[in-house]
């Protein structure tokens, strides 16, 4: 490790890796760029968006059996949101990128390139979904970036000037290995390649704590957590520290949370408002994690043969991430992003954690209303492309739009555990007294009984009551039966 005192402000300044060329100055944020002898200033670096991320600086974790250490951080945008890319520094001496986004986290390393690497593709020629072979493994494209890294911290291990740099970057998957593509030096990219990481891997200790997220969290320290809506000044108290964009419930203002202050964006056409059946701000309990509801989203599938709706709910933990809730007029499905990607049997079959999935539906989505937080900047209009494949309450869907690909798994849940999870007990009453087949069975038995009567008058009369009340049982008992199974 290399000790400097930052020639702006003399705070000291470490350099931990020895394949650092930069440093961020922490106390007056100074760029500092290390050559063999000396360390000179080159500018000042803009802030870093503090997110919900509870990686930083110093934090420490486990890859592959290595320690490393988190020095630095770069933090990059684009058209839709934000992500970070933390520089890592491994106990071997070797160096790493810890890739941040979304609560989706990967660890990639340089792959240096091989004499007998196929030449690889150029970046205007990828799209998501698109193969990619390299050693021996068939890799799709997942998100294909043009971005900006606007602002950085701590040490990296190049120089990055004040204004930043343009990233282009193609991320591809397969299973649970990322390979990325870096277009943003030169037309033949830089190949790094990694796996998905899970923070359990990361010691719990070194992560920044959860109220201290809460309290850091935007750059309008403490005032994300009650946002006033800077068009209308109604107050936004579910945004929670985690939004990229917020659409203000009461004047539907598209709201910016992504740079220094929270900014207008456009201001939607007031649209009749939606009755949904859980609102924004609503707490949940899942899995013994804490859950707001942060976003919701009216989506469509326009074709006109038949065309649907259906309300998907966006719930934030502070330990688990993001989770998503469907409801739709089949019913609630709860629905997570895969961290391993499915793999491909055949183009109607795709394999997934040992099980296989089968082709149900093509069909396109539309995004009609969108109401607070999310964690992209999500438009009304959006499309995205969609196919489903089943294996029995269980769906794998992929999601298709210009320039990603995403894949999500997702389990039927009944009204009445969403209730539960939501202390809204109603939720699994009032689906129950819709009409449903048990009301049919119940006329089918009542229109037999009556028949049997009927037609065997005569043995009444005759005083043969046994057998009709045998008969009657036989014909109540399904009725009953099910009756007992809906309760349950
Ligand atoms: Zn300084
Ligand atoms: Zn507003």
């Not at 390979?179 to 200790?205: C, E, I, N």
């Amino acid at each position: 490790m290399q000790r400097i005192l930052c020639p702006q402000c003399g705070a000291p300044v470490e350099f931990k890796s020895a394949a650092s060329v930069m440093a961020v100055c922490g106390s007056c944020r100074s760029t500092l760029l290390k050559d063999a002898e000396s360390v000179k200033r080159i500018g000042e670096m803009a802030e870093v968006l503090e997110d919900y991320s509870p990686i930083q600086i110093t934090s420490t974790g486990k890859y592959e059996g290595k320690r490393f250490d988190v020095v630095g951080r770069l933090q990059l945008r684009y058209e839709a949101g934000f992500w970070n890319e933390w520089y890592v520094w491994f106990e071997d001496g070797t160096d790493g990128w810890l890739s941040d986004a979304s609560g989706q986290y990967a660890v990639t390393r340089t792959r240096p390139s091989k004499d007998k690497d196929p030449a690889l593709p150029p970046f205007d020629s990828l799209a998501p979904g698109k193969e990619l072979k390299l050693d021996g493994k068939i890799y799709y494209a997942a998100d294909l970036r043009r971005c900006r890294a606007v602002s950085g911290q701590g040490e990296l291990p190049f120089a990055v000037g004040a204004d930043g740099y343009e990233a282009v970057v193609a991320d591809f998957r397969a299973l649970d290995e990322f390979l990325t593509l870096d277009y943003s030096d030169a037309p033949t990219p830089q190949v790094y390649l990694g796996k998905a990481y899970s923070l359990d891997d990361m010691q719990r200790g070194s992560l920044r704590a959860e109220h201290l997220v809460e309290e850091s969290a935007g750059n309008y320290v403490g005032k994300i957590k009650a946002l006033d809506c800077p068009s209308c000044g109604a107050p936004i108290s579910f945004a929670a520290a985690v939004a990229t964009q917020v659409i203000c419930p009461n004047c539907r203002a598209q709201v910016d949370c992504s740079g220094e202050t929270a900014e207008v964006l456009a201001k939607q056409k007031k649209v009749a408002s939606i009755q949904t059946t859980l609102s924004l701000g609503a707490k949940a309990t899942i899995d013994n994690a804490a859950y707001t509801l942060i976003g919701l989203m009216q989506c469509e599938d326009p074709d006109p043969e038949e065309s649907s709706r259906w309300i998907e709910y966006l719930l934030y933990s502070q330990q688990k991430g993001f989770l998503w809730l469907v409801e739709s007029d089949d019913g609630w499905d709860k629905v997570r992003v895969c961290d391993r990607w499915p793999s491909p049997v055949s183009d109607k079959r795709y394999s997934y954690e040992g099980k296989r999935y089968d082709k149900l539906y093509d069909y396109d989505s539309v995004v009609k209303l969108a109401l607070g937080a999310f964690n992209w900047r999500v438009k009304v209009g959006d499309v995205s492309h969609i196919t489903d494949f089943g294996l029995g309450n269980g769906k794998l869907t992929r999601e298709t739009a210009d320039a990603e690909l995403g894949w999500s798994v997702s389990e039927r849940v009944g009204a009445a555990q969403v209730g539960r999870w939501f202390n809204f007990p109603e939720l699994g009453k009032v689906k129950e007294k819709s009409p449903d087949k048990s009301n049919s069975l119940s006329g089918v038995a009542i229109f037999a009984c009556v028949a049997m009567l009927f037609f065997n008058a005569d043995e009444l009369e005759n005083g043969h009551w046994l057998s009709m009340i045998v008969g009657g049982v036989f014909i109540w008992l399904p009725v009953w039966i099910q009756n007992k199974l809906r309760d349950n």
